[in-house]
């Protein structure tokens, strides 16, 4: 089992940048898939971005492609969301979660694809 806490959320102006991180605990990080997903006000949760257990292979929804940037560091059990020219609409809670290798099904934009989940961290972009 592992543990996810998400830090690095803030208040930032829109065009601005924050790098949010996910520190894992309990377990062998390296064997995990993430994803990072927002949750804004009144709206559900939706997919951001994920990294396969190895960083070789990374996705991304197209509301963030070519801003955001999702990387992990096996060695500090820590994944990585650089979030650069950021809009008013990024505004939301990010989570990041977690999913065991031999359980990955492979539909990483899809919430119930993982098991571990960290409690979130605010991003408020103002305009």
């Known amino acids: 089992q592992v543990r996810l806490v998400e830090s690095g959320g803030g208040l930032v102006q829109a065009g601005g940048s924050l790098r949010l991180s996910c520190a894992a605990s309990g377990s062998t990080f390296s064997t995990y898939a993430v994803g990072w997903f927002r949750q804004a006000p009144g709206k559900e949760r939706a997919f951001v971005a994920h990294?396969?257990?190895?960083?070789?292979?990374?996705y991304y929804a197209d509301s963030v492609s070519g801003r955001f940037t999702i990387s992990r560091d096996n060695a500090k059990n820590t994944v990585f969301l650089q979030m650069n020219t950021l809009k008013p609409e990024d505004t939301a809670v990010y989570y990041c979660?977690?999913?065991?290798?031999?359980?990955?099904?492979?539909?990483?934009?899809?919430?119930?694809?993982?098991?571990?989940w960290g409690r979130g961290t605010q991003v408020t972009v103002s305009s």
């Open positions: 990294i396969a257990w190895s960083g070789f292979s990374t």
């Open positions: 979660a977690a999913e065991r290798r031999e359980l990955y099904r492979g539909r990483y934009w899809e919430s119930n694809e993982y098991d571990y």
